[in-house]
């Protein structure tokens, strides 16, 4: 199918639009095919059901960031046992690096922890944590919006 759009500056192709709109060709015309078929309306609808709803939100949430903050782990084993333990929250040593990456927090090591102390430095999780765990509590996640600079 031939597709392109007259604009001032030219024209332009379905590849142009697609890559302007961060999609494939072919997502492309899939949209252009359901918003002919039905408007916007059609164009609107999910065709699925958003994957599994996310392990760690709300409450479980909250309390992680706070215990990040206060340096209450130092092993990512320690925040799986306490997921595990406080909330019955089944989660990989994988998942729990996930998340910590998510929330822009780094576990420090005991040699990490005792040069900071010498140095008269205080250990906490970046600003980062807490906007993020605020911006999933409100929901962005759900938005697909990037979250935290990544």
Known sequence: MVFSVSTASGELTA???????GVSR?????????LKAGGVEELL?????GGQPTQIQGVVLKELVAGLQAG???RAREVQAWLEQQHATQ???KGVYYWLGKLGAVLKGAAQD???KRRGRQLSVSAVALRTAQ????????????????
């Open 15 to 21: 590849a142009q639009i697609a890559g302007q709109l």
């Open 26 to 34: 072919r997502q492309f015309f899939n949209w252009v095919d359901a």
């Open 45 to 49: 609808k999910r065709g699925h059901g």
């Open 72 to 74: 209450r782990w130092k």
């Open 91 to 93: 989660l990989s040593v």
């Open 114 to 116: 005792s040069r900071a």
């Open 135 to 150: 911006e999933l509590e409100r929901g962005w996640w759900k938005t697909g919006a990037r979250v935290g600079g990544r």
